[in-house]
């Protein structure tokens, strides 16, 4: 009976440590079917709506999930995007309510991003414009919309309309030249410009020492939809150059138009179409040229510094040409830049020309380097095209022959 103790002991053990261990099996599991029901219902809760864009006037409103953007009418009829989440991510639509069509009721537009490019070396997006009508359909309240997007002007262009980029001799100039799609557009031999009736010119790019590029190709950019505090819709392609010396695109402008809304649907406004060279590339229009040949000297009655060096390398100097002198006399002393030991200065339709003072020289480096300017109107146009060294007389030479009466105040710049 002794030995039987021990044995029944170590048995009750083992059904005791048998029953523990079962019984915390399944309370595990059941924590584990708790948690999945749990992970469930929360899966199935409908998704936060966020307000992200809004119209007041119209009352519309645009909601945002996370998934599918959905806009609600003041009288609560809705319309879902489920496509605009990569494009809201980037951006938040933008509501805009006016009279676009001219039927004297107003509409609202919802500009939204398309694409975008980095061509010019900073990102430009462009967009899709959704005209929303409201209708009613059976006695049911109902939201439908067009889009204009890439190809609504795409298909106009590819079909209708041309242009052409060319380069002329004096390499400064591009010109742009537009015309209908089954228009030839002829070009003079010996110039090389259009009498094209849409012509516009734009300046190349060069290299740090004035050397300008040769044209290899042209294309279409990006086109961007935009709409103006009138309800007025625009749209802008850019142009882009590529040239044989560099790996730059050249964003020279935009083939500029407006569009317009009928039967419902977003189309190209006909007659609105042009090209707007942008800001920093305009140049002068090289079919204005000088109507005959004039020169002005100026003489310096100054006599020449007592500077230790004889080589003039820094000049920033202004003068105003005269519209009918020949010749004027003046005082340089007091100007600060090497300017004050030139003897004389002539400008021409060709130019302008600064011979200095017997003793002196010019630093040819300045001109290698591409350090000059001649710049008019104020500052805002460089005209001068290249530069030489000749008979120890420095020549720089504008991109065209000008007038006398188109130069005025006129700031050279020499090595700095």
Not at 220 to 235: A, F, Q
Not at 335 to 347: G, H, L, M, R
Not at 368 to 394: C, H, M, P, Q, W
Request: hydrophobic share 35%; charged share 25%; proline share 2%.
């Amino acid at each position: 009976m002794k030995k039987i103790l021990p044995l029944i002991a170590v048995l009750i053990a083992v059904v005791i440590a048998f029953a523990f261990s079962v019984s915390y099996k399944n309370k595990k599991a059941q924590e584990n079917h708790v948690e999945n029901v749990i992970t469930k219902a929360n899966s199935t809760e409908p998704l936060k709506k966020e307000l992200i864009a809004e119209n007041k006037e119209s009352g519309y409103k645009l909601f945002f999930d996370g998934e599918t953007a959905t806009l609600v009418s003041a009288d609560n009829t809705e319309l879902a995007f489920s496509s605009w989440k990569k494009a809201i991510a980037v951006a938040a639509p933008e509501l805009y309510y006016n009279d676009f069509d001219g039927d004297g009721s107003k509409e609202l537009i919802i500009k939204v991003v398309d694409n975008s490019n980095r061509v010019t070396g900073k990102t430009v997006y462009s967009y899709e414009l959704y005209l929303i009508t409201p209708k009613t359909v059976d006695g049911v309240k109902k939201l439908e919309y067009s889009i204009a997007r890439e190809s609504t002007w795409k298909d106009v262009f590819n079909s209708a309309i041309k242009f052409e980029v060319t380069q002329l001799k004096t390499k400064k100039f591009l010109q742009f030249a537009m015309n209908d799609y089954n228009e030839n557009i002829t070009y003079d031999e010996e110039t090389g410009l259009t009498d094209n009736k849409y012509v516009s010119y734009a300046q190349a790019l060069c290299d740090t020492k004035k050397q300008y590029y040769t044209i290899l190709k042209y294309n279409r950019g990006l086109g961007v939809y935009n709409i103006l505090e009138d309800g007025t819709i625009t749209l802008d392609i850019q142009v882009i150059v590529n040239y044989n010396e560099s790996t730059e695109n050249h964003h020279i402008g935009n083939i500029h138009t407006e569009m317009m809304i009928a039967d419902g649907e977003f189309r190209v406004k006909p007659k609105t179409i042009s090209f707007e060279t942008l800001e920093e590339y305009k140049v002068s229009d090289p079919r204005e040229t000088a109507k005959e040949n004039w020169s002005y000297t100026i003489n310096n009655t100054s006599p020449a510094s007592s500077s230790n060096s004889k080589v003039l390398k820094s000049i920033d100097t202004s003068f105003t040409v005269s519209t009918s002198a020949l010749h004027s006399q003046q005082r340089l002393a007091g100007e600060v830049s090497d300017i004050k030991n030139a003897d004389y200065i002539i400008f021409s339709q060709n130019g302008v020309s600064i011979t200095p003072k017997e003793g002196f020289s010019f630093d040819k480096t300045m001109l290698d380097e591409g350090r000059f300017s001649v710049l008019i109107n104020d500052g805002k146009d460089d005209i001068s095209y290249a530069g030489a060294i000749r008979d120890n007389t420095l020549f720089i030479y504008f991109d065209k022959t000008y007038d006398r009466d188109k130069l005025g105040r006129v700031q050279i710049i020499f090595g700095k």
